[in-house]
């Protein structure tokens, strides 16, 4: 049963003073001050979390955080308050992150199949490859390695620290199906770390 926003009463005084559950019914009704202070107050969380993910360009960040934002007032009326805010604002950018990662997968994948008709890559220089291995910290490159429900589940509780119960509403799934997949992603860690010290 979803809960019918209510117009707020300016409250005396600045939006601080109001909590996340008010000022998103507030930011639902079109209160832009309201949504302002929630931006100002979990901006740099959802920006951790997109950094992450390895599944967003860097340079896509700033665009997925705006889109979050964006799309608040109008997805307001879905928050039940079984979760906080801050959970739902998670759920709303990963479903940006997920959108546009498809979105780049289907251009690369056109661009790849017309760069193959026109001619074939040349492969990396050594440098490159090098100059690339550098770039990547070791944590970025075992979180790409998994599967992206399996890397969502890492980040939300082991980078984000978010308890299990919070994460799995963030990801829209029951909190048992949540420590499955962590239990899949050590343990794909783990073959991965072997593998690489064989």
Request: hydrophobic share 40%; net charge positive.
């Amino acid at each position: 049963m979803s809960q019918k926003l209510i117009p707020l009463r300016r409250l005396e005084g600045s939006t601080e003073e109001m909590s996340d559950d008010a000022l998103l019914a507030a930011a639902g009704t079109g209160e832009t001050a309201a949504l302002g202070a929630l931006f100002d107050r979990h901006h740099h969380e959802v920006h951790r979390f997109l950094s992450r993910l390895s599944m967003v360009d860097s340079a896509d960040v700033d665009d997925l955080i705006q889109a979050t934002f964006v799309d608040l007032p109008k997805l307001a009326k879905k928050f039940r308050g079984d979760s906080k805010v801050s959970t739902f604002i998670l759920g709303i950018a990963r479903n940006k992150a997920r959108t546009a990662h498809r979105s780049a997968s289907r251009r690369q994948k056109l661009a790849t199949a017309a760069a193959k008709g026109r001619q074939h890559e040349s492969p990396p220089t050594a440098l490159q490859l090098v100059s690339e291995q550098e770039d990547e910290a070791r944590l970025a490159t075992a979180l790409a390695a998994l599967p992206i429900k399996l890397r969502e589940a890492m980040v939300l509780v082991y980078l984000e620290g978010l308890p299990g119960l919070e994460a799995a509403k963030a990801l829209g799934i029951r909190e048992g199906t949540l420590w499955k997949r962590l239990h899949v992603a050590r343990q794909t860690l783990r073959n991965i770390h072997t593998k690489e010290t064989l």
